[in-house]
């Protein structure tokens, strides 16, 4: 991987399950309407920047589940295409 290739994990709490939550998000944001708020709750939830976001819940990376942590990687150069492209 190159280093512009960041791996972010989205760990649970005791009052938010992250796969959960991620699937749920990635379902409201087919719903163009509803696109902010998804990106909002995602990246705030976590902090993490809004590219990453978008790249999750538009699919266009994939990710895994790891127990109670959702693990999806980043790449900055070539991802943002990806985001455009959907």
């Known amino acids: 991987m190159s280093e512009q290739v ?3 994990r989205l760990g649970s709490a005791p ?3 992250a796969p959960g939550l991620v699937a749920w998000a990635i379902n409201g944001y087919a719903h163009k309407a509803d696109r902010a708020t998804m990106e909002t709750i ?3 939830s976590w902090s993490i920047p809004i590219g990453p976001t978008r790249a ?3 699919k266009a990376v994939p990710y895994t589940v790891d127990g109670d942590a959702v ?6 150069l070539t991802d943002y295409d990806k985001i455009r492209a959907n």
Request: net charge negative.
């Open 6 to 8: 960041k791996t972010y």
């Open 56 to 58: 999750l819940l538009s």
């Open 42 to 44: 995602i990246s705030d």
């Open 71 to 76: 693990v999806f990687s980043f790449d900055a």
């Open 15 to 17: 009052m938010v399950h």
